[in-house]
């Protein structure tokens, strides 16, 4: 198993910035890619971005393209989500999740989140 500890959420204003960070620990020789879902109060979970671990290639929702980068420290076993030029609207409470190689689906452990508030 992968266990995951998301911090860095807080409050801060809009157009402000936050850096996320995603702590793995556990089978991370198995993981393949990490990602970075959110989800707002009576809102479905809504995909961020994802990174696959080996190659860092990134994938971005469209909602926060341009705005939002992810990264990963493989020395560190960390996932980083900057989030720049925040909105209200990216209020959420914010998931990582990592995929791991020979289980089905594309994130198979999520992390227990961490609060995201923009003020207007």
């Known amino acids: 198993q992968v266990q995951l500890v998301e911090s860095g959420g807080g409050l801060v204003q809009a157009g402000g910035s936050l850096r996320l960070s995603c702590a793995a620990s556990?089978?991370?020789?198995?993981?393949?890619?990490m990602g970075w879902f959110r989800q707002a109060p009576g809102k479905e979970r809504e995909f961020v971005a994802k990174?696959?671990?080996?190659?860092?290639?990134?994938y971005y929702g469209d909602s926060v393209k341009g705005r939002f980068t992810i990264s990963r420290d493989m020395a560190k076993n960390t996932a980083y989500l900057q989030m720049n030029s925040l909105k209200p609207e990216d209020t959420a409470v914010y998931y990582c999740?990592?995929?791991?190689?020979?289980?089905?689906?594309?994130?198979?452990?999520w992390g227990q989140g961490t609060h995201v508030t923009v003020s207007s």
């Open positions: 999740a990592v995929g791991v190689v020979a289980r089905s689906g594309e994130f198979n452990y």
């Open positions: 556990g089978r991370t020789f198995s993981m393949y890619r």
């Open positions: 990174i696959t671990w080996s190659g860092g290639s990134t």
